[in-house]
Nanobody, 124 residues
Framework: QVQLVESGGGLVQDGGSLRLSCTAS????????ITWFRQAPGKEREFVAA????????YYADSVKGRFTISRDNAKNAVYLHMNSLKVEDTAVYYC?????????????????WGQGTQVTVSS
C-alpha cells in the first residue's frame, strides 16, 4: 500500500508563498487521486485541492481558487501544493491523501491513505 509523507510547511507572513510536497512510496501517485486537506485548530478537516489519477481533472475549494495550484511530478512520485497570497485563515495542518476513486472527492472518509501532516502558519 502507498505511504505518503508531506513536507514544506512552515511560518510565512501574510501574502507570502509556500510549496508543500507529498512524496509517495510503496505505490505510484499516478495510480491514485491525490488530494490535499487541511485542519485548523478547533475546526473540521476540509478539502483544499485534488488532482485526479488521470491528471486531467483539477479540483479546488472556493477559498483557495486562484491562489493555490496542485501539480504532480510522476518522475519524482510526488504531488505538490503551490500556495500563493497566503492569508492568516490558511493556517492549518495540511494533509495529503490518496484514493482509488477517479475524482477528487471532498469527503475525507473516501480516502484510504494519509500522510502525517505538515503545519502551515501564516502570520499577520
Amino acid at each position: 500500500q502507498v505511504q505518503l509523507v508531506e513536507s514544506g510547511g512552515g511560518l510565512v507572513q501574510d501574502g507570502g508563498s509556500l510549496r508543500l510536497s507529498c512524496t509517495a512510496s510503496g505505490g505510484t501517485v499516478s495510480d491514485y487521486t491525490i488530494t490535499w486537506f487541511r485542519q485548523a485548530p478547533g475546526k473540521e478537516r476540509e478539502f483544499v485541492a485534488a488532482k485526479s489519477w488521470s491528471g486531467e481533472r483539477l479540483y479546488y475549494a472556493d477559498s483557495v481558487k486562484g491562489r493555490f495550484t496542485i501539480s504532480r511530478d510522476n518522475a519524482k512520485n510526488a504531488v505538490y501544493l503551490h500556495m500563493n497570497s497566503l492569508k492568516v485563515e490558511d493556517t492549518a495542518v495540511y494533509y495529503c491523501a490518496a484514493t482509488v476513486l477517479h475524482y477528487g472527492s471532498p469527503y475525507s472518509n473516501e480516502y484510504d491513505y494519509w500522510g502525517q501532516g505538515t503545519q502551515v502558519t501564516v502570520s499577520s
